[in-house]
């Protein structure tokens, strides 16, 4: 089994920025990628930023102002989010993906753009 926990969540005013961090443990082996998801109050969850190797995949509402990166050797995933704007407000949720396996999810880290 994987666990995620995420952390780095909180409160910012529009124009502001936050990083968030994700740990990976357990079952790390045959990972294709991680990655940062959000669902915001009534909507669906959607893709944010993924990272396979050393290519890195946005979503274009996010791409010019959040970079995701990897440590292979802490086993974290980094979310920076700069330039941030109310729609970016959403929980968000860490992910891995392992050959064979279902995918792993972390808890989720609230994160709130608000003046």
């Known amino acids: 089994q994987v666990q995620l926990v995420e952390s780095g969540g909180g409160l910012v005013q529009p124009g502001g920025s936050l990083r968030l961090s994700c740990a990976a443990s357990g079952s790390i082996f045959s990972v294709i990628s991680m990655g940062w998801y959000r669902q915001a109050p009534g909507k669906q969850r959607e893709r944010v930023a993924t990272i396979s190797g050393s290519s890195t995949n946005y979503a274009d509402s996010v791409k010019g102002r959040f970079t995701i990166s990897r440590d292979n050797v802490k086993n974290t995933v980094y979310l920076q989010m700069n330039s941030l704007k109310p729609e970016d407000t959403a929980v968000y949720y860490c992910?891995?993906?392992?050959?064979?396996?279902?995918?792993?999810w972390g808890q989720g880290t609230q994160v709130t753009v608000s003046s």
């Open positions: 992910n891995l993906k392992r050959l064979g396996a279902s995918d792993s």
